[in-house]
């Protein structure tokens, strides 16, 4: 709590109250203070109720509009969402998995993979329909036809066995970020460590992009014999402090720490967490 | 054959000279491998060019030269570049010159990068003590204890597990201080909202129940 309350202070400077941001969210008038409060509702981990409900009616705006035609208030309320683990907001964000706009799916994507549940397996698998061939870039945009990283990711965190074959054919897809997404995800529906040696492969390729992809992967799923791999790949010292945590985590939770005491791959981890900082 | 100077000014011309990103890091690596006092003002000038492959083999010849470079660098941080700021906070952390203590105290507590923030608690902890004349010693890691145990409520994660370790090593360092140390690692352990902080802070307190249990061998 003593932290949550020194991360308001530091907000000075561009600090809200609770109240005026949930009102600014409210009001119409303006949509960049709207754009803002739901951010900073998001960055604050604000879970009142009425900070939820105003999230939740701002995934229907159709005030705010980007150039593209995007929704970049919807794109806000959903990342928020997914923050702070309020339920009730589960159907308002499924119902955001058909919008027109790309980024909105994709923010309701990641933020129904936070929620947890399955109730959404469904419906992402259904956004896999047509496999690679139907996995091809929009003409003038700078992204594939649907949010596939996503997809891949959450079907895998929230264990969608039932989907292994739709998405081991990603592994093949001619964008390498989609591989490693399918790779993780792979992983972590079969446990086979071979997806994962994979990543660690791109770990010593020429792309620095792959490069943090694989380890924000390889962080995300815990693969613990990546750890001296990520500590040695050419990246900066903040996203590999981040990977290996994410490493570090997932075994201390295995573990039951800090129930039972430290074992000596995690003092191997923080050892290389060390010589980073 | 060319004098070592006549050397060095070669190879300070390389780097003034080099036109590509690759090419500044040759240059720049070879200047760090002369090992050469004459090289600290390029060193660190390169630390401002925004090019962190160039900066990452600067301030490893900033590291290696170690106190003879420690002077320029703090004069350095009065300048407005806030990239070069960086790389000579973690250069100054990395050399270890207890010189560089008051810099470390302001940057642990308010400077607004927290992979510098990070930077300088680790640095705060890991200073050369030895270095100072010793009835300077105690007021210093006194006030490197102040600032850590602060640190210890950072908002990010990293930063105070880079206060951990810091402290950690300033333990090691101060039997005065181990006992407020210990106290303070312990509540990390059960308060800190962020697992690998807590694990960090409990592998802190193992090595130190451990260091202190081998010291009580040894007296016996």
Redesign the interface.
């Given at each position: 709590m003593a932290l949550e309350f020194q991360q308001l202070v530091n907000a000075q400077g561009e600090s809200l109250t609770v109240e005026q941001a949930i009102a600014n969210l409210r009001q119409t008038a303006d949509p960049s203070l709207r754009y803002y409060a739901a951010w900073w509702l998001g960055r604050f981990r604000v879970k009142e109720p009425a900070a939820i409900a105003a999230l939740v009616t701002a995934l229907d705006d159709e005030t705010d509009r980007a150039p593209d035609g995007g929704y970049p208030l919807r794109r806000n309320a959903a990342r928020a969402l997914g923050k702070l683990g309020d339920r009730t907001a589960y159907p308002a964000l499924m119902g955001c998995l058909d919008c027109a706009d790309y980024y909105v799916r994709e923010a309701a994507i990641q933020a129904l993979e936070m929620l947890g549940g399955d109730a959404c397996i469904p419906a992402l698998r259904a956004m896999l329909a047509g496999g690679v061939d139907a996995a091809t870039q929009v003409t003038g945009k700078p992204h594939l036809v649907q949010p596939y990283n996503a997809i891949l990711e959450a079907l895998g965190s929230l264990g969608a066995r039932a989907a292994v074959e739709e998405i081991a054919p990603f592994l093949n897809h001619p964008v390498p970020q989609v591989q490693n997404a399918a790779a993780r995800a792979m992983y972590q529906l079969t446990g086979d460590a071979a997806y994962c040696d994979w990543l660690v492969q791109v770990l010593q390729g020429p792309n620095l992009q792959l490069r943090r992809s694989a380890m924000m992967d390889l962080g995300a799923v815990g693969y613990l014999p990546a750890a001296g791999a990520i500590a040695t790949t050419p990246a900066e010292n903040s996203l590999k402090l981040i990977a290996l945590q994410g490493l570090l985590e997932h075994h201390l939770q295995a573990m039951d720490f800090p129930a039972n005491p430290l074992s000596s791959d995690a003092r191997q981890v923080m050892a290389l967490m060390d010589d980073l900082l | 054959m060319a004098s070592p100077s006549a050397e060095l000014a070669v190879l300070i011309k390389a780097v003034e000279t080099a036109d590509s990103k690759a090419g500044i890091v040759q240059a720049v690596r070879a200047l760090s491998a002369a090992n050469h006092p004459e090289a600290v003002p390029t060193l660190i000038e390169v630390l401002g060019y925004n090019n962190?492959g160039a900066a990452v083999a600067a301030t490893e010849g900033l590291v290696s030269l170690g106190a003879v470079a420690v002077p320029a660098l703090l004069e350095q941080l009065d300048g407005h570049n806030y990239g070069a700021r960086a790389w000579a906070i973690r250069a100054l952390a990395l050399i270890q010159d207890p010189r560089a203590l008051n810099v470390l105290v302001e940057t642990a507590r308010g400077d607004f990068a927290?992979?510098v923030r990070?930077?300088a608690?680790?640095g705060l902890g890991t200073l050369n003590w030895s270095k100072l004349p010793k009835a300077a010693v105690e007021a210093a890691q006194a006030e490197a204890l102040t600032t850590l145990i602060e640190t210890l409520?950072d908002?990010e994660?990293?930063v105070r597990?880079?206060a951990v370790?810091g402290l950690q090593a300033l333990a090691l360092a101060s039997a005065s201080a181990a006992d407020r140390i210990g106290a303070a690692l312990e509540t990390a352990?059960e308060q800190d909202?962020?697992?690998?902080v807590?694990?960090?802070a409990?592998?802190a307190l193992?090595n130190l129940n451990e260091n202190c249990s081998t010291g009580m061998e040894t007296q016996e």
């Open positions: - | 962190p927290l992979s990070r930077a608690a680790k409520a908002p994660w990293v597990y880079a370790v352990v909202l962020v697992l690998a807590q694990a960090r409990q592998m193992d």
